[in-house]
């Protein structure tokens, strides 16, 4: 029996309840919920439906509680229902009931743990959105896992979600990238407030290669030849990296449109329109501070040029435009600055900016070698890249650590660990589950042990503590990946592949064994555990998919 399955049982018990003591049954939920309880010595599951429900009818907690407990206990597959507190259902299941979990896991395959709570919400997710002036350093790296894994959690909950990548061809920072290109291509230093480091000499060979005429122009039209090629080049450098690390984006959004089709001027016409604009010094302002700001924002200067904060003003309405309605941005570290503004030119558009935008900001990442970290990337000279953390550890380490720990803290990732085939490696202890439960499976055919079809599976030949244990594991998966959805948290999934399942099957695999030994008969039992590894091994699989790492068959 599934949470939900068992949530519709103890909703029809309280529908029997209300029906037999003349109770308004419109008090009744449309749907109820059933949790693990923290103390598995309490049961399998834990409801509060009569706290929920004792105010609106008027009847005391512990006594609607006393009547669920009653109906419940006749239900098939509820082997007991106990009270706690006043009025806490703690429910256990038999055997059988807990147990046809594994034939209902194997069945759904790669959709068990999906759902429709988050239905009907057209997200646009936008991360990484690196400046095409270098490679992707490793905090965009990070973004790039927990990104591309949020995805993938909210789709897997019913989300209409768009990703997106902002990819800033506009701006000051792409005229110091183009001026320390034609320096490097004519040998001389970088500009003090250009870009270093080994690719920039790369990029601006390829240039004059791709365009030998560049070498016979004046510096002015040179510098335009670099900034064209050399952002197309740097950013398909950008593009195939993330590619390689598993990352595609739905759009690739250049800010350089949101100027050539007039959209910042669609954007200031529709603030002036709400009322929030002024002119002071000869530039237009948007009063933020009416929304919380600290202080009003400029979003065209007395010079006509418009600021970063204008192109901001712009992409958002635009992805509003295109019919999202939440707006999540994935920021570093260092633009904690950025939410407040942010909010309040929401607001001064006339959106709600709790339902309409939402800011995640990620903290920094520290890649150690021998317990140090490494300042330097030999390509980029300045920072540490995508390619220098996968040359490290691979792309399935990569991915896991990043995602592994909650965005808000910091990381350090140490080289030594995560490219140990140790249980101590976290991404390792995990695919090692996968790869023993396809190994066992493989395994058993060779002896001729098949699960059989799921009318001769016997599940309450599954009663076993360590059996049980992985079969409480094995349940949570819905809950945790709604969870982790919800609140934008993809570690909780690596968490729980570690804590919860991984660490249930060892057990389970050192206390029950799964194959017959030497002539031994093949059993009921054997095939009832075989199809309890073959469901841990598409929960393994299913949650290894969502953090965008792989389950492999044998490692």
Not at 203 to 225: F, G, K
Not at 291 to 297: C, H, I, Q
């Amino acid at each position: 029996m599934t949470p939900a399955e068992l949530a519709s049982v103890v909703l029809a018990a309280a529908h029997a309840v209300f029906e037999q003591r003349g109770l308004d049954r419109a008090a009744l939920p449309a749907s109820t919920v059933v949790e693990r309880p923290r103390n598995p010595e309490h049961g399998d599951y834990a409801s509060t439906l009569a706290l929920q429900l004792s105010k609106k009818v008027g009847v005391p907690p512990r006594e609607l509680a006393t009547a669920l407990a009653d109906e419940l206990g006749r239900a098939p597959g509820v082997k007991s229902v106990e009270i706690a507190g006043p009025g806490f259902l703690n429910i256990r299941l038999d055997a059988a009931a807990a147990a046809q979990l594994a034939r209902v896991i194997v069945e759904t395959g790669a959709e068990y743990g999906r759902s429709d709570r988050l239905a009907g919400e057209k997200i646009n997710l936008e991360f990484v959105s690196a400046n095409p002036t270098g490679p992707v350093h490793i905090g965009g790296v990070r973004w790039a896992a927990v990104g591309d894994a949020l995805s993938r959690l909210l789709r897997a909950t019913g989300a209409d979600v768009g990703t997106e990548y902002y990819f800033n061809d506009a701006g000051s920072q792409i005229d110091r990238f183009a001026r320390s290109l034609l320096a490097a291509a004519k040998g001389e230093p970088a500009p003090e407030d250009g870009y270093g480091g080994a690719y920039i000499a790369e990029i601006a060979a390829e240039v004059q290669a791709r365009r030998p005429e560049v070498r016979s122009l004046d510096d002015d039209a040179a510098q335009e030849v670099f900034r064209v090629e050399g952002v197309a080049l740097m950013f398909d450098e950008i593009r195939t990296s993330l590619r390689d690390f598993g990352v595609e984006f739905d759009t690739y959004f250049n800010e350089k449109d949101l100027h050539d089709r007039g959209e910042l001027d669609l954007a200031l016409n529709r603030l002036r329109e709400q009322g929030h604009l002024y002119e002071s010094e000869g530039a237009t302002w948007l009063r933020t501070t009416d929304f919380g700001d600290d202080k009003d924002r400029v979003l065209r200067k007395s010079n006509g040029e418009w600021t970063y904060f204008a192109a901001d003003c712009a992409y958002y309405l635009d992805k509003r435009e295109r019919g999202f309605e939440r707006v999540v941005i994935m920021l570093g570290a260092d633009h904690h600055g950025y939410i407040g503004r942010m909010k309040a030119m929401s607001a001064c558009f006339g959106d709600d900016p709790e339902r309409n935008l939402e800011i995640l900001i990620g903290q920094l990442v520290n890649l150690l070698r021998d317990g140090a970290p490494m300042r330097m990337s030999k390509r980029a000279g300045t920072v540490i890249t995508l390619e220098d953390l996968v040359d490290a550890i691979g792309v399935d380490a990569s991915r896991y650590a990043l995602a592994r720990y909650s965005s808000d803290s910091p990381i350090d990732i140490d080289i030594e660990l995560w490219t140990r085939a140790t249980r101590d490696n976290p991404v390792y202890y995990v695919q090692y589950v996968a790869a023993r439960t396809a190994g066992v499976a493989r395994n058993a055919a060779e002896v001729g042990l098949v699960p059989g079809d799921a009318d001769a599976f016997r599940p309450e030949l599954l009663d076993h503590e360590k059996e049980n244990e992985l079969l409480k594991a094995l349940a949570q998966f819905p809950a945790v990946v709604a969870t982790a959805a919800e609140l934008r948290e993809p570690h909780r999934v690596a968490r729980y592949l570690e804590e919860s399942v991984a660490a249930s099957y060892h057990r389970f695999y050192d206390n029950c064994r799964v194959l017959p030994l030497g002539d031994e008969e093949i059993t009921d039992l054997h095939r009832a555990r075989l199809w309890l590894n073959n469901a841990t091994r598409t929960v393994i699989a299913n949650g290894l998919y969502l953090l965008g790492v792989s389950a492999p068959e044998r490692m």
